[in-house]
């Protein structure tokens, strides 16, 4: 009987210590700083690679968030827009990624900051921004003279693991 106390209180003596040192381990370890992205002034991006699995987006002048997203294998530039409920893009945008639509597609009312507008309702096959890649997401088209730039919304931010923002940057875990 002494033999197995002595064996269970060993055991609760390592469950104890381990964490500690792996805390104090981790708590050593020097955060890697993240290379910022050179900009150009024709198209910019303030998208990083920080390695692993998370992408690091870092706010612009006027602390938005945007990157060059690969959309149905064609890249362009979108803003993240925790606000919208899906992935927002123009009708010029879907025709670049290849998405087919007739007038009679738009038929769903959207609110933007400009007021109500007709979008028709579309599912990308695919969305990624370096080591994130999503399949079939929502979106919605705009006519080109209701939206200029595309929104990346919910639809893809909620199927990521996580995202959250940090010292002007936003990091987004796949």
Known sequence: MQRILLFVAVIAGIA???????D???DAVPEQPVEPVATTNQTRSNAGYSGGRDVVLKADQNGHFSGTFKINGRKLEGMIDTGATTIAINRSTARRVGISLTSGMFKHKVGTANGTVLAARVTL???????IRVRDVDAYVLEDESLSETLIGMSFLSRLKSYRAIDGQLVLER
């Open 16 to 22: 104890v210590a381990v964490p500690r040192l792996m």
């Open 24 to 26: 104090s381990h981790l």
């Open 125 to 131: 096959k695919s969305v990624g921004l370096q080591s």
